[in-house]
C-alpha cells in the first residue's frame, strides 16, 4: 500500500532542488495512461519525457524483465553474456551496416560522454563543433554541447571549449568545421531546443563536410531514436550515414540506458581507455531487446509516422488565433504558442494531458507510439479547449 499522504512533502523535505516540479503525483502507468495518487487518470502525451515509446508497463517489457531479473540482473562487460550478444545483433539490425561497434551505457548524457571519447581517441584531435539550440545532457562534457546558457553558465570554467553554430546554416558549419575538429554533433530534430527539424539538405551538407575534413559526424538521436520520428532513426530523412550514433531514453522499453554506435571500420577503443560497472547489464540489455523486437513485430515505427501525420492535420485544422506553426515528424511535435507555453501546460492537465513545454514558447507532444486512436483525440480536443480558455 502507497501511503500518500505525505509524499510531496518528504520530496520536498529532501530533492536536490534541481527539478522544479509539478504538484502532481504519479503512481501506476498503463500504456498511454498515468494515474495519481487519488485515481485520476492522465493521457501521458510526455511518454515520461521521450521514453515509453511502447507506452508504460508494456507486457512484453514485462516479460523480459521479470524473466531476466530470475536469470542475471549484473554481469559487468569483463564477462561474456548472452543478452548483451542479442542486443548487438538487434542494435545492427535497426542501424546502418557500417554502424557496428557499440559502447553501451545507461543513460543520454553518458552516451554523449561515450561518443566524445570515441570521437576523441579515434580522430586524435579535439574541436567539437555543436549548434544553437541544441541539447546533449548535463555532465560536465555533454553539457560544454548543450546550448542554453541557462544549463551550462554556471560551470563554464569546467568544460572543453565548443563552438556551437546556427543550427541548419550550412554555411556556418563551413566555416566552424575544420581540420582541427574531432566532431560535430547535432540532433536531427532538436527536442528540448523547441523540436526544430533539420532540413535534409543541412545534414546531407554536414555529411559532405565531415568527410572532407575528416571530423566525425555525430547524430544524437537521443530523443528522436527507435521509430518517434516514424523512421528507427531521425538521420534517415536525410538517407546519410552517420559515423557516431548516440541513442538512450526510448532505447529500453523505460529501463535506464544509453548506447554510443560507430563504423567498425574506424576501430575499437583500447582496453580501458573507458567503461561503465551497469554498461550493457543483463536486465536493460533483456528490456531493450523485447522493445525493439516489438516495435518490428507491431509496426509501430510506421505507425508513429501515421499518427504522427493525423495528429498535425487535426491540429492544424483547428486554426487556432494563439498558434504560430506546428512542427515535427512522427510522433514528437512541437506546437509554438504565442505567448508562454506553462498556463497551457496546466489547461491541457486539467483536462487529463500531460504534456512537455520545449523553451518557453512551444508544447511539446511526445506521446507513446502505441497511443491509441481515441487518447489522441482526446488530446487534440484539450488542446482546442485549453488554447481557447488560456490564449
Ligand atoms: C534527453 C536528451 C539528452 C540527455 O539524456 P539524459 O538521459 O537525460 O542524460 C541528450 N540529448 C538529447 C537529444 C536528449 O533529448
Redesign the pocket.
Known amino acids: 500500500m502507497i501511503d500518500t499522504q505525505n509524499i510531496t512533502q518528504i520530496e520536498d523535505s529532501h530533492t536536490s532542488g534541481a527539478y522544479p516540479k509539478r504538484p502532481l503525483i504519479l503512481v501506476r502507468g498503463s500504456g498511454s495512461t498515468v494515474w495519481d495518487d487519488t485515481g485520476k487518470s492522465y493521457i501521458d502525451a510526455t511518454s515520461g519525457q521521450?521514453v515509453a515509446l511502447l507506452g508504460h508497463s508494456h507486457p512484453a517489457i514485462v516479460e523480459a524483465i521479470t524473466q531476466q531479473a530470475s536469470t542475471l540482473i549484473t554481469c559487468p562487460e569483463i564477462f561474456y553474456n548472452d543478452q548483451r550478444a542479442r542486443l548487438y545483433e538487434q542494435l545492427t539490425l535497426v542501424l546502418p551496416d557500417e554502424i557496428n561497434r557499440f559502447f553501451l551505457c545507461n543513460?543520454?548524457?553518458?552516451a554523449?560522454e561515450g561518443a566524445l571519447k570515441v570521437a576523441r581517441l579515434l580522430t586524435k584531435r579535439t574541436g567539437i563543433v555543436a549548434t544553437m539550440r541544441g541539447?546533449?545532457?548535463?555532465t560536465l562534457g555533454?553539457l560544454a554541447l548543450t546550448w542554453n546558457p541557462k544549463y551550462r553558465k554556471q560551470f563554464a570554467a569546467w568544460q572543453p571549449n565548443v563552438s556551437h553554430i546556427r543550427y541548419d546554416d550550412i554555411e556556418a558549419a563551413r566555416q566552424a568545421i575544420t581540420d582541427e575538429t574531432a566532431a560535430v554533433v547535432v540532433?536531427a530534430i532538436q527536442?528540448?531546443g523547441g523540436v526544430h527539424p533539420a532540413s535534409v539538405e543541412y545534414l546531407q551538407g554536414l555529411r559532405d563536410i565531415c568527410d572532407e575534413t575528416g571530423a566525425l559526424l555525430i547524430l544524437?538521436e537521443?530523443?528522436t531514436g527507435f521509430g518517434r520520428t516514424g523512421r528507427w532513426f531521425g538521420f534517415e530523412q536525410a538517407e546519410i550515414v552517420p559515423d557516431v550514433v548516440t541513442m538512450?531514453?526510448g532505447i529500453a522499453g523505460g529501463m535506464p540506458m544509453?548506447a554510443v554506435a560507430w563504423r567498425g571500420a574506424f576501430g575499437q577503443l583500447s582496453g580501458g581507455s573507458h567503461g561503465s560497472t551497469f554498461g550493457g547489464n543483463p536486465l536493460a540489455c533483456a528490456a531493450a531487446i523485447a522493445s525493439m523486437v516489438t516495435l518490428r513485430d507491431e509496426n509501430l515505427v510506421q505507425q508513429a509516422s501515421e499518427k504522427g501525420a493525423w495528429l498535425v492535420e487535426q491540429l492544424q485544422n483547428l486554426d487556432l488565433e494563439q498558434v504560430r506553426d506546428i512542427r515535427g515528424r512522427g510522433l514528437i511535435i512541437g506546437i509554438e504558442i504565442k505567448g508562454r507555453v506553462t498556463p497551457i501546460l496546466q489547461a491541457l492537465q486539467e483536462r487529463g494531458i500531460l504534456a512537455l513545454p520545449a523553451g518557453n514558447t512551444v508544447l511539446r507532444l511526445l506521446p507513446p507510439l502505441i497511443i491509441a486512436q481515441d487518447d489522441m483525440q482526446q488530446i487534440v480536443d484539450a488542446i482546442k479547449e485549453g488554447l481557447r480558455s488560456e490564449g
Open positions: 521521450g543513460s543520454g548524457t553518458e554523449i541539447f546533449h545532457g548535463r555533454a540532433e527536442g528540448e544524437d537521443i530523443q538512450a531514453k544509453g
